[in-house]
C-alpha cells in the first residue's frame, strides 16, 4: 500500500515538473514571438498592440491546457461571441478598399481551431462530421474559387482571399464538429441569444446616446462605411458588425434560431435560459428595426410567419388548443414593446431613401456584364471592385457615382466565381434547408425546433441576401454567419443520426 503511494506521488510530482518545464517553455518562446511581433508589424503602435493581444489569447489558452484549467467552455462561447463583433487583423495590408485587404487573422480562426484541436485530440473524434454530398459541394466550389484566383493572375490578394474562404469553410466544419451533441447544441443556442441580446442592447444605446459610435476597431464601421450605408443621414446604428445592413441580415437569420424552441415549447431549456432567449428575440428585433434595412425587415416578417405556421404542427393536441392564442398574445405584446419604433419605421417606409433602391437597377447591369463576359470562372475572387469599371456601360456611371459591388450575393459571387461557382452555392442553401427539412420530422422536440428556426433562418438569409453584395472571400459577418449556419444545420444532422442508430 505505502508502495502504490509513494508511486503516486512520483507520478504527480514528474507531471508537476513537466507542467513548469512546459511553462517556462512557452513563457520563453513569448519573449522570442514578442520580437518577432514588433518586426512584423512595421512599427505601428495599434497594428503591435492588436496583433500582440491576439498571441497573449492564444498564449493563454495554451497555458491553461497544460495547467489543466477547464477553458474549453471559454473557447467555446468566444468562439460564438466572434459572430457578433470585429474581432479580426489584417496583416501585409494591400490597400483599404478590399475585403480582405491582407492576410485576415480572426478571433473566430483562432477559437476555431482550438476547438478542431479539442475534438481530434483531446475527445478522439472519429466519425463523420460533414456528409458526403455537402463535402464535394465544398471542394467544387473551392475549386471555382482557386481557378478564379489563378486565372485572373495569382496574386498576394487571391491568395489572401482564399485563405479567408477557408476560415468560413473552417468555420462550417468546427461547428458541425464540435457542437454535434445535444447538450453543446442547448449552449450555443444560448450563446446566440446571448449575442443577440448584447447587439440589440448596443443598437439601442448607439440609436438613443449615439454611444458607441467611434470604435471601428470593434465593429462599428469606419466613418467611409457609414456614409456608405447613408447612416448620417437616416441615423442608421450597426452595433458592432461594421454596417447598419450587415448587422440586420445577421440577426434576422439568427433571430429565428432563439425563436423557434419558445414557439415550439421545448422543456431542454431551463426557466431562465427561456425568459433569455424571449429577450434576444425581443432585443435582436429591435436592432433589425433601428437598422432600417427594409430588405431584412420582409425577412424576418416571413420567418416568423413561416415559424408560425409550421410550428404548429411539432405541438401535441392539448398544446395546440392554446397554441395560436399563446402567440397572438406575445405579438400584441411585442407590438406593444416596439410601440416607441413605430415612427422610424413608418419614416423609412414613406420617406425618401436618397436613391438606395433605383442604384441597385444600374448596379445588377454592370454585374451581369461581368457575368456574360466571364460565364467559366468569373473575375477572380474578391476581384469584383477591381474590374466594374471596365464593364459599366450604364448611363449613370454607377460604378463612380456608388463605387461598391453589387447589391445582390448571388450575383456578387456569380461574377466573381463563375456561374458554377453560383450555381454551387445555392446547391449549398437548398441542400442546408432540405437536411433542416428532414430534421424536422425527429421526435426529438429540440433537434425538430432548431431545424425549423435554422431553415426559416436560412430564407431569412437570402431574401437579405437579394439585396445585398457578399463574396465568398468575404471577412465581414454575413458570410461567415452563413457558414456558422450550416455548420449548426450539419450538427444537428449528427445529432439525429447518433440518435437512430
Not at 446566440?192 to 448607439?206: D, Y
Request: hydrophobic share 50%.
Amino acid at each position: 500500500m505505502n508502495i502504490v503511494h509513494l508511486r503516486k506521488r512520483q507520478f504527480q510530482h514528474t507531471g508537476t515538473l513537466l507542467r513548469l518545464s512546459l511553462l517556462a517553455g512557452l513563457l520563453l518562446g513569448a519573449c522570442v514571438l514578442g520580437y518577432g511581433i514588433v518586426t512584423a508589424a512595421g512599427g505601428s503602435a495599434l497594428q503591435t498592440m492588436t496583433l500582440g493581444a491576439m498571441v497573449l489569447m492564444v498564449l493563454a489558452g495554451v497555458i491553461a491546457f497544460v495547467l489543466e484549467f477547464p477553458v474549453i467552455g471559454l473557447v467555446r462561447f468566444a468562439f460564438i461571441a466572434s459572430f457578433f463583433f470585429k474581432g479580426d487583423l489584417s496583416l501585409f495590408k494591400i490597400n483599404e478598399v478590399e475585403d480582405p485587404s491582407g492576410l485576415n487573422l480572426s478571433l473566430t480562426l483562432a477559437t476555431g481551431l482550438a476547438l478542431l484541436v479539442y475534438d481530434h485530440y483531446f475527445e478522439k473524434a472519429q466519425e463523420k462530421v460533414l456528409p458526403a454530398t455537402f463535402t464535394w459541394l465544398l471542394i467544387v466550389l473551392f475549386t471555382c474559387a482557386a481557378a478564379s484566383v489563378i486565372y485572373s493572375g495569382p496574386t498576394l490578394l487571391g491568395g489572401f482571399s482564399l485563405f479567408s474562404f477557408l476560415t468560413s469553410i473552417l468555420i462550417a466544419y468546427v461547428t458541425a464538429s464540435h457542437f454535434g451533441r445535444r447538450d453543446r447544441m442547448i449552449q450555443l443556442v444560448v450563446a446566440v441569444g446571448a449575442g443577440l441580446a448584447i447587439t440589440g442592447i448596443v443598437a439601442l444605446t448607439q440609436y438613443a446616446m449615439e454611444f458607441p459610435t467611434n470604435l471601428p476597431n470593434f465593429g462599428t464601421g469606419t466613418e467611409e462605411e457609414l456614409l456608405g450605408t447613408q447612416s448620417v443621414v437616416l441615423a442608421r446604428v450597426p452595433a458592432f458588425m461594421r454596417t447598419p445592413t450587415e448587422m440586420a441580415w445577421v440577426v434576422s437569420s439568427l433571430i429565428p434560431v432563439v425563436l423557434a424552441p419558445l414557439l415550439c415549447r421545448v422543456k431542454s431549456f431551463t426557466s431562465w435560459q427561456k425568459r433569455l432567449l424571449a429577450f434576444a428575440a425581443l432585443s435582436g428585433t429591435v436592432a433589425v428595426i433601428l437598422s432600417l434595412a427594409r430588405g431584412s425587415w420582409a425577412g424576418l416578417i416571413v420567418a416568423v410567419a413561416l415559424m408560425i405556421s409550421l410550428g404548429w404542427y411539432k405541438l401535441t393536441s392539448l398544446e395546440r388548443k392554446q397554441y395560436f392564442a399563446s402567440v397572438f398574445a406575445s405579438i400584441m405584446l411585442a407590438g406593444f414593446l416596439l410601440i416607441p419604433f413605430a415612427r422610424r419605421i413608418s419614416e423609412r417606409l414613406t420617406a425618401d431613401d436618397q436613391g438606395s433602391a433605383e442604384i441597385r437597377l444600374p448596379l445588377m447591369e454592370t454585374a451581369l456584364r461581368i457575368i456574360d463576359d466571364n460565364p467559366i470562372v468569373g473575375v477572380g475572387l474578391n476581384g469584383y471592385r477591381a474590374n466594374m469599371t471596365r464593364y459599366d456601360e450604364t448611363g449613370i456611371f454607377v460604378s463612380q457615382v456608388f463605387p461598391n459591388p453589387v447589391h445582390n450575393v448571388f450575383a456578387h459571387i456569380t461574377a466573381e466565381v463563375g456561374i458554377a461557382g453560383g450555381v454551387v452555392f445555392c446547391l449549398l442553401i437548398l441542400f442546408s434547408v432540405y437536411e433542416c427539412f428532414e430534421t424536422m420530422g425527429a421526435t426529438d422536440r429540440l433537434l425538430s425546433s432548431l431545424a425549423l428556426g435554422l431553415g426559416v433562418g436560412m430564407i431569412a438569409f437570402v431574401i437579405s441576401g437579394i439585396k445585398e453584395p457578399g463574396s465568398l472571400a468575404s471577412v465581414r459577418p454575413p458570410i461567415r454567419t452563413c457558414f456558422f449556419m450550416f455548420g449548426m444545420i450539419l450538427a444537428l444532422r449528427r445529432i439525429r443520426l447518433g440518435q437512430i442508430s
